[in-house]
């Protein structure tokens, strides 16, 4: 007993859990509960090492090492220096709340000391939640759980899972006094109780709409960059044979995937003659993905969007551009380019542009009701990616049709619920015909953006200034913390 007793004494021991889980969090496929527990341990370690600098130092590396394990899971397409200096990166941003914590925690008390973490992880969240995964991301098969983010955004996700840790290390180093679990336990659990009601009622209100859009969704590629030399419009015929599938099928709209079709200088309008006629003899919106490459310059990955009677109703550019990877493409205005089907108001993104929540909020502010994100992905990261899209989805009350190469292609309700997931991996064909809802659902969080994000942030400050005029707090011996 003595020896399982200074085992769990051992703060390394809490560095392992919490490192195991941190990486159970992230990658392909996850584990939801490690999100919770991850921190909860790595927090413990923190504040149980008899050297909090040389702490953060070893969590540094360690998530650092856990970075390089996802990341390499995943497939990322980096590699040597840059690699590893991306994963160093990552693992300082992940190590910076725990210099925040060992600076104010002792000095704020009761509930207020719980805050520091969760704050925190919102305020760096909301402004890295493009470029660093995410914890909430993994909650995203709970939908009950899930709903907040259609008030908070996914900072509502993010201030839960750390106020749950550091709940938990508050009532852990109280040595479980019924005073700690009454008062700050009693807060946290309340507010979980209280979030997962708010879904449970949601979902159950939610109305089965009987109004139905049939969309397909088209993950082929028919054609390559280095295909160009040779290129005859006739090497996109696969595409087109699909299509006419769909049409025949009853889909009212068909959406290609990101960069189905990639044409030379001057073969573009061909491309998209070919879909007005398409359109117009099939009586569909047809949005075409294409990348079009210019003797020279910047290329141009966009969707070109066809209504029945052979009008272009849609012409954007990706205004997003994935940090290193997309450097020979130019960048789009920055506006969520948005048409009108049949009185249905659809917003149309690409691809990384979905990893960016303020910049989707444009369609949520517009009333968008079908948000189309065709995409491409690789094997490694097809479950990894589709994840953020599905939060974007609640955040602002519209279904999502996310028509994907190399990727999951998925539809979901304005709740974040799957209606068809067809993997380009499968052995099935890469065509997928859903009823996508017509109608979306107004969310606070489209109405007011990341508030509950900015009043994180302010309360953060107002905790640093509270902390600083206390001064310095004797810090209790790490050793009888330890014991505890």
Same mark, same amino acid.
């Given at each position: ?5 200074a ?6 021991l ?10 159970l ?6 584990? *939801? ?5 991850a ?6 370690? #923190?504040?149980t090492s ?33 690699? #590893? ?32 973490w ?13 470029y ?11 939908p ?18 750390y106020?749950?840790?550091a ?45 139905t ?12 960059y280095?295909?160009l030399?040779t ?5 996109l ?26 044409t ?9 003659e ?7 003899s ?21 969707t ?5 009677d ?9 205004a997003?551009l ?5 450097? #020979? ?34 369609a949520?502010? =517009? ?8 995409s ?8 990894? #990616?589709a994840?953020?899209?599905r ?8 279904s ?8 999951l292609s998925?539809?979901?309700? *304005? ?10 991996? =499968? ?7 859903v ?16 508030l ?6 302010a ?10 005029l ?15």
């Open positions: 007993m003595n020896r399982i007793q085992l769990f004494r051992r703060s390394h809490w560095l392992a859990l919490g490192l195991t889980m941190f990486v969090s992230h990658g392909s496929v996850t584990v *939801p509960i490690c999100s919770w527990f921190f909860v341990f790595l927090i413990r370690y #923190h504040r008899a050297r909090p600098w040389l702490s953060i130092l070893t969590i540094w590396i360690g998530m650092s090492a856990c970075y390089e394990i996802v990341f390499s899971g995943l497939g990322v397409p980096l590699s040597g220096g840059l690699f #590893h200096t991306v994963c160093l990166l990552m693992a300082a941003v992940g190590a910076l709340p725990f210099l925040v914590d060992g600076c104010f925690y002792r000095k704020l008390r009761g509930a207020a000391a719980t805050l520091v969760p704050l925190t992880m919102v305020t760096i969240s909301f402004f890295t939640l493009a660093v995964p995410s914890l909430a991301d993994a909650q995203v098969e709970y009950p759980l899930i709903q907040i983010v259609s008030i908070t955004g996914a900072g509502g996700l993010v201030f839960l899972i106020w749950f840790a709940v938990l290390n508050q009532i852990w180093e109280s040595g479980g006094d019924w005073q700690c679990v009454k008062k700050e336990g009693s807060l946290l659990l309340g507010a979980l109780m209280l979030v997962l009601a708010y879904g449970e009622t949601r979902l159950a209100l939610a109305s089965s709409q009987e109004e859009l049939p969309v397909a969704m088209i993950s082929e590629k028919a054609n390559s280095r295909d030399r290129y005859q419009l006739e090497d015929e696969g595409l087109f044979r699909l299509s006419q599938e769909a049409a025949d099928e009853g889909a009212r709209v068909i959406a290609w995937a990101e960069g189905s079709a990639e030379p200088r001057g073969k573009e309008e061909e491309l998209i070919r879909g007005k006629e398409f359109a117009k099939n009586e569909v919106y047809l949005f075409m993905s294409v990348i079009s490459h210019p003797a020279s310059g910047l290329s141009e990955n966009k070109v969007g066809i209504s029945p052979g009008q272009i109703v849609v012409d954007y550019l990706k997003n994935v940090p290193g990877l997309e450097t #020979h493409l130019k960048k789009g205005d920055g506006v969520v380019a948005a048409a009108n089907i049949d009185g249905v108001r659809t917003g149309h993104v690409i691809c990384y542009d979905i990893d960016f929540p303020a910049y989707i909020r444009q949520g502010r =517009s009333g968008v009701d079908v948000l189309f994100a065709p491409s992905d690789w094997r490694a990261i097809r479950r990894f #990616h994840r953020p899209a939060i974007r989805a609640v955040e602002n009350g519209c999502l049709v996310r028509p994907t190469i190399q990727g998925i539809a979901t309700d *304005p709740y974040g619920r799957v209606l068809a997931c067809q993997d380009y991996f =499968s052995d099935g064909p890469r065509l997928t015909i009823e996508v809802p017509t109608s979306g659902v107004p969310t606070f969080y489209a109405s007011h953006g990341d509950f994000s900015h009043a994180s942030i309360l953060l400050a107002i905790l640093a200034g509270v902390a600083c206390r001064g310095s707090i004797t810090r209790e011996p790490t050793q009888t913390l330890a014991q505890r």
